[in-house]
């Protein structure tokens, strides 16, 4: 548990760090790294931590944080956009200081934010800020809030997954998903939940990729406002997408309950443990030089080559 910084370059160069030497909490969501070197981690209950030349400094809910639960944070040049289980804050300047700190959540936006419960957060052209949350997706373009839900087109009508989605949870005994009753909002089925927003990407053509609960893959066009969606029907091999990101290439990387998946805007190719995979759980993508790739998964990571012209992964080392 915890961050280890990794130099990938040999074989037993790394740094922990965790709650023994400065992190308030062992649980990660997320890292952000900057081009001046400095690391933000959004951890589980320990707030927001910056790592800067190795001295580490913890950012919490005195400074202003809306919530110690951080799941993910984006900079547009010097401005911090961070999400919480308990709205979005915009940090402006210095942020050890409350002026700096202004929260957004359902209620002050009036419901632009659709939900408090925000998982990620992506920055579009002319500075829109789309939000991925637990109710749906939402969108800020300094001005006005919008918003756009399942009713909208969000994730997959339930007749088209519903038999690909049994017992696909069972895996994910312990999460804040399966302890909700369903009287709740924004639950229903625990297997089904097309507006919860599990993972999001904008990629170079400017499209919004969503991935939803149980609903499959979702594509938005922000222009159009039009969702298309993505099912195992369609050839992904699971419908709960906990992972997006993009390649040099240009291809689009999903991870799901069923694996890796490779889509280039026509065919999906999926590489599983029998490719290599630690884990056919794939929680988490990064990409590095010379066509490797980092899979996060149960268990551990894989790396994995890319071989650009046949598609084939190789599995070069596991962690």
Same mark, same amino acid.
């Given at each position: 548990?915890?961050?280890?910084?990794?130099?990938?370059?040999?074989?037993?160069?790394?740094?922990?760090?965790?709650?023994?030497?400065? =992190?308030?909490?062992?649980?990660?969501?997320?890292?952000?790294?900057?081009?001046?070197?400095?690391? $933000?981690?959004?951890?589980?209950?320990?707030?927001? +931590?910056?790592?800067?030349?190795?001295?580490?400094?913890?950012?919490? +809910?005195?400074?202003?944080?809306?919530?110690?639960?951080?799941?993910?944070?984006?900079?547009?040049?010097?401005?911090? @956009?961070?999400?919480?289980?308990?709205?979005?804050? #915009?940090?402006?300047?210095?942020?050890?200081?409350?002026?700096? @700190?202004? /929260?957004?959540?359902?209620?002050?936006?009036?419901?632009?934010?659709?939900?408090?419960?925000?998982?990620?957060?992506?920055?579009?052209?002319?500075?829109?800020? $789309?939000?991925?949350?637990?109710?749906?997706?939402?969108?800020?373009?300094? #001005?006005?809030?919008?918003?756009? *839900?399942?009713?909208?087109?969000?994730?997959?009508?339930?007749?088209?997954?519903?038999?690909?989605?049994?017992?696909?949870? *069972?895996?994910?005994?312990? /999460?804040?998903?399966?302890?909700?009753?369903?009287? =709740?909002?924004?639950?229903?089925?625990?297997?089904?939940?097309?507006?919860?927003?599990?993972?999001? =990407?904008?990629?170079?053509?400017?499209?919004?990729?969503?991935?939803?609960?149980?609903?499959?893959?979702?594509?938005?066009?922000?222009?159009?406002?039009?969702?298309?969606?993505?099912?195992?029907?369609?050839?992904?091999?699971?419908?709960?997408?906990?992972?997006?990101?993009?390649?040099?290439?240009?291809?689009?990387?999903?991870? /799901?309950?069923?694996?890796?998946?490779?889509?280039?805007?026509?065919?999906?190719?999926?590489?599983?443990?029998?490719?290599?995979?630690? /884990?056919?759980?794939?929680?988490?993508?990064?990409?590095?030089?010379?066509?490797?790739? @980092?899979?996060?998964?149960?268990?551990?990571?894989?790396? =994995?080559?890319?071989?650009?012209?046949?598609?084939?992964? +190789?599995?070069?080392?596991?962690?």
């Amino acid at each position: 548990m915890g961050v280890i910084k990794y130099d990938t370059s040999t074989i037993n160069s790394y740094k922990i760090y965790d709650n023994r030497n400065g =992190l308030l909490s062992n649980g990660i969501f997320s890292i952000l790294n900057k081009k001046n070197n400095q690391t $933000w981690i959004g951890t589980y209950g320990g707030g927001l +931590t910056l790592i800067d030349s190795n001295k580490l400094l913890n950012i919490n +809910t005195p400074q202003g944080l809306n919530d110690s639960f951080v799941y993910d944070q984006k900079f547009i040049n010097d401005v911090m @956009w961070i999400a919480t289980w308990s709205g979005v804050n #915009r940090v402006k300047g210095d942020p050890l200081d409350p002026l700096s @700190w202004t /929260s957004f959540t359902v209620k002050n936006t009036n419901g632009g934010l659709i939900d408090n419960w925000v998982y990620s957060i992506e920055v579009g052209e002319g500075d829109n800020i $789309w939000f991925g949350t637990e109710a749906g997706l939402s969108l800020y373009d300094g #001005r006005q809030w919008y918003k756009w *839900d399942h009713n909208n087109g969000l994730g997959a009508a339930y007749e088209l997954v519903k038999d690909d989605n049994i017992l696909a949870t *069972d895996a994910f005994q312990g /999460s804040h998903h399966n302890v909700q009753s369903d009287d =709740l909002p924004n639950t229903g089925h625990s297997n089904y939940r097309p507006n919860y927003i599990v993972s999001m =990407l904008l990629d170079t053509k400017n499209r919004l990729w969503i991935g939803t609960w149980g609903g499959g893959l979702s594509m938005f066009d922000p222009k159009s406002k039009i969702f298309r969606n993505f099912t195992v029907k369609d050839g992904l091999p699971g419908n709960y997408i906990l992972a997006l990101n993009q390649g040099s290439d240009g291809n689009l990387w999903i991870g /799901s309950n069923k694996g890796l998946t490779r889509f280039n805007g026509t065919l999906f190719k999926t590489y599983s443990k029998i490719n290599g995979l630690i /884990s056919d759980y794939v929680f988490s993508i990064e990409f590095g030089v010379n066509n490797f790739i @980092w899979v996060g998964g149960h268990h551990g990571i894989t790396k =994995l080559q890319i071989d650009n012209v046949t598609g084939r992964l +190789t599995r070069l080392e596991k962690k």
